[in-house]
């Protein structure tokens, strides 16, 4: 196994961790909603939709006039959150679970 270098680890570390505080922000709490199952990992979500699982999803907006308008992209969603529509393709976004960050205070890295 490769040794990770120092920015690649503060890189990927600091998005989970960045996107950790605030979804637990925005929930209260981590542990309280859903566990990502294999079908949410694997499914596209449409507006409308709720979120069963507080995470980072990927987003995919759909072609206007054979143009994008918006290149994929990742938000964070708390679970109970409903999918919105996009201002520019409205109904065409889709998002897709992407992962579901450790909150801080659950980290092995950090004291408690």
Not at 43 to 53: C, D, L, M, S
Not at 72 to 77: A, K, L, N, T
Request: glycine share 8%; proline share 4%.
């Amino acid at each position: 196994m490769r040794k990770m270098k120092r920015r690649e680890f503060l890189k990927s570390a600091g998005v989970a961790a960045i996107a950790a505080g605030c979804v637990n922000a925005a929930t209260g709490n981590l542990h309280a909603e859903e566990k990502p199952s294999d079908m949410t990992k694997q499914r596209e979500f449409q507006p409308g939709e709720k979120a069963k699982t507080s995470g980072i999803y990927d987003v995919f907006h759909d072609k206007i006039d054979g143009e994008h308008h918006a290149h994929q992209h990742q938000v964070i969603v708390a679970a109970g959150t409903v999918f919105p529509r996009c201002k520019g393709c409205h109904q065409w976004v889709k998002f897709k679970f992407a992962q579901q960050p450790v909150s801080i205070d659950k980290d092995p890295h950090f004291e408690a």
